[in-house]
């Protein structure tokens, strides 16, 4: 079978701080007014009165959606979207595009490794220019799929299970429950300068769900990044009578002695999770290092989906779980072809949590969701990740 060529790429975006509305789609915590996803969450800065009651008043959502199209010399096209906005487009344009045009479209580690080694001199471990990298990577898997009439996952070697099975994230359970999901995990909405009291009000949440949802329904907390190990450590003890299944992201990315002293800390039986803002390979290799139950990267945002199949080698050879963070149609061709990934994270973005809205809606085009909280595999059976890009509204800012 002889393949085609990349003839071009072109970055385009949606939202983020040059916006006059709120866009969602890839930067999903881009949405309107009076959404959970932005209703008092803990995170670093909530120290700052100003900043407590809601992330977009600190930014979170001023870089919008970053959309890569690949096309091949034969006319076809492939596309991925992410977080990332005009600064993405101005990284593929003008930096990223020479190590993709001429090559063949299956050149895809080959790029992969030219394009993060190309800007280790400004790309750190992880952010603005891992999520170009993640999209571009992804867009080039699209596109793989699209020539070779193949849905990615049969690239990656096909299924190893039927049907992907999903907890939700939101300010849901008791809903999440009714809906079919296996758990629930909530937002954490206080922190270490809440103290004490903090505490008491999260385990109060804790203890109203445990009771609505009953003994056996996963229940999760979110910290997303917000806390230190001796508040971390607190909430964790005062959580384990109701049987809360795992903390997420309490601390800081680069805080893995934080981490690795959290896992000794926590209570028997309560899983420390990580990693949905982690970047490469190599952090991920410190991470797994710290001893902590699963591995979340975000596909979208940990170097791609090349990145992700080597994390999951990575975690798998060390018994640990990979669950991404939720990333829709990238996670779930990645996810039913792992051992380690026994379950995914399905993020709620109705704004009270009652409806299933797609999670990069509206830019994806037939983007599933899980029904009862599950997706069969054929569902996925469409070439590449089986969606189409919504192209209202986009603007491409820059050319090469
Ligand atoms: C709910 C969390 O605060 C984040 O908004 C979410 O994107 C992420 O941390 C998650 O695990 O879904
Ligand atoms: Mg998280």
Redesign the pocket.
């Known amino acids: 079978m002889s393949l085609p060529k990349i003839k071009t790429v072109r970055a385009y975006f949606a939202g983020g701080a040059t916006a006059d509305k709120a866009a969602a789609g890839g930067d999903?915590?881009d949405q309107g007014a009076n959404h959970w996803?932005d209703d008092h969450?803990a995170t670093p800065m909530s120290k700052y009165k100003q900043y407590e009651q809601s992330r977009q008043s600190f930014g979170i959502n001023v870089l919008g959606t970053l959309i890569v199209e690949v096309e091949a010399d034969n006319g076809q096209t492939g596309f991925a979207i992410t977080t990332g906005g005009e600064m993405g487009c101005f990284i593929v344009e003008k930096h990223l595009n020479r190590f993709l045009e001429g090559r063949c479209v299956s050149d895809i580690k080959l790029i992969h490794d030219q394009m993060m080694n190309a800007t280790m001199y400004y790309a750190g471990s992880g952010g603005l220019v891992m999520n170009t990298i993640s999209c571009v990577d992804l867009a080039l898997w699209d596109l793989f799929g699209k020539v070779t009439d193949l849905p990615v996952y049969k690239l990656l070697g096909g299924a190893v299970r039927d049907e992907l099975q999903f907890y939700a994230?939101g300010a849901r359970p008791d809903l999440a429950q009714k809906m079919g999901f296996i758990g629930g995990?909530m937002?954490v909405q206080w922190g270490p300068h809440d103290g004490d009291e903090g505490i008491r009000k999260e385990v109060a949440r804790i203890a109203h769900y445990r009771e609505t949802c009953g003994a056996d329904f996963w229940l999760m907390l979110?910290c997303?990044m917000s806390q230190d190990v001796n508040f971390a450590t607190k909430l964790a003890h005062a959580c384990a009578p109701y049987n809360v299944k795992w903390l997420?992201?309490c601390l800081p990315p680069q805080q893995f002695e934080g981490y690795a002293q959290l896992k000794q800390q926590a209570p028997h039986g309560m899983l420390i999770t990580s990693g949905?803002h982690h970047g490469t390979l190599q952090s991920f290799r410190t991470l797994a290092e710290t001893g902590i139950d699963i591995l979340?990267p975000d596909v979208g945002w940990c170097g791609g989906l090349t990145t992700l199949v080597e994390v999951a080698a990575l975690a798998k050879s060390r018994g640990q779980l990979v669950v991404p963070?939720?990333s829709s149609v990238y996670s779930h061709h990645a996810v039913i072809t792992f051992t380690n990934s026994p379950f995914s994270?399905f993020?709620m973005t109705s704004p009270d949590c009652s409806t299933l809205r797609p999670q990069f809606d509206p830019l994806l085009i037939n983007e599933p969701v899980p029904v009862k909280g599950r997706i069969h595999k054929s569902v996925l059976d469409k070439p590449g990740f089986g969606v189409e890009l919504n192209r209202d509204g986009l603007k491409r800012p820059y050319q090469h």
Request: aromatic share 12%.
């Open positions: 999903y915590h996803i969450v994230t995990k937002a979110d997303w997420e992201e949905e979340q963070h939720g994270e993020l």
